[in-house]
């Protein structure tokens, strides 16, 4: 862009310039009695300063031409780059939305496994709590139905050593 605008103000100076020299040949051809070695030099730098402007402007269309090539280019890239940044973006969104789906049915999971590890241990504390109340029931049944069977085994006993005397 800096070359371009360094371009065309050489070219609008060199068109100055000609425009200069026409009117220098202009007033010399007016004046024939003057120099004709001037009106030859003028016309000399006449020529060559219309050559310049020719290079010049053959520059400054190819710098032209580049620079559309590269505007296009540069179109192109970002076109290039915004449809794959939303590809992206759109697979990065069905990814969360799956792994969002993925969190929630694991949290359900661990709650249905939590309910039930719960009811396993309240079915499991009220086995011990009955099997508890079922030992005391037989540790405090147990003098009662051995109190006979010790008065007979004592009656047997002092019959024996009776019986032995």
């Given at each position: 862009?800096?070359?371009?605008?360094?371009?065309?103000?050489?070219?609008?100076?060199?068109?100055?310039?000609?425009?200069?020299?026409?009117?220098?040949?202009?007033?010399?051809?007016?004046?024939?009695?003057?120099?004709?070695?001037?009106?030859?030099?003028?016309?000399?730098?006449?020529?060559?300063?219309?050559?310049?402007?020719?290079?010049q402007r053959e520059s400054i269309s190819t710098l032209q031409n580049?620079?559309?090539?590269?505007?296009?280019?540069?179109?192109?890239?970002?076109?290039?780059?915004?449809?794959?940044?939303?590809?992206?973006?759109?697979?990065?969104?069905?990814?969360?939305?799956?792994?969002?789906n993925k969190l929630q049915q694991a949290q359900l999971d661990a709650?249905?496994?939590?309910?039930?590890?719960?009811?396993?241990?309240?079915?499991?504390?009220?086995?011990?709590q009955a099997a508890q109340a079922r030992a005391e029931s037989f540790?405090?049944?147990?003098?009662?139905?051995?109190?006979?069977?010790?008065?007979?085994?004592?009656?047997?006993?002092?019959?024996?050593?009776?019986?032995?005397?």
């Open positions: 862009m800096q070359e371009r605008a360094e371009l065309e103000d050489q070219l609008a100076e060199a068109e100055e310039k000609v425009k200069k020299l026409e009117k220098t040949i202009e007033e010399a051809r007016q004046t024939p009695a003057e120099s004709e070695s001037a009106a030859s030099a003028a016309s000399q730098e006449l020529s060559a300063a219309k050559n310049k402007i020719s290079s580049q620079l559309k090539e590269l505007q296009e280019a540069a179109a192109s890239e970002k076109e290039a780059v915004e449809a794959q940044l939303a590809a992206q973006t759109a697979k990065s969104q069905r990814q969360i939305q799956t792994l969002s709650q249905s496994i939590q309910r039930t590890f719960e009811k396993r241990l309240e079915d499991a504390e009220q086995r011990v540790a405090s049944a147990v003098p009662a139905a051995t109190r006979p069977l010790l008065k007979q085994i004592q009656t047997l006993q002092a019959t024996h050593d009776e019986l032995k005397t």
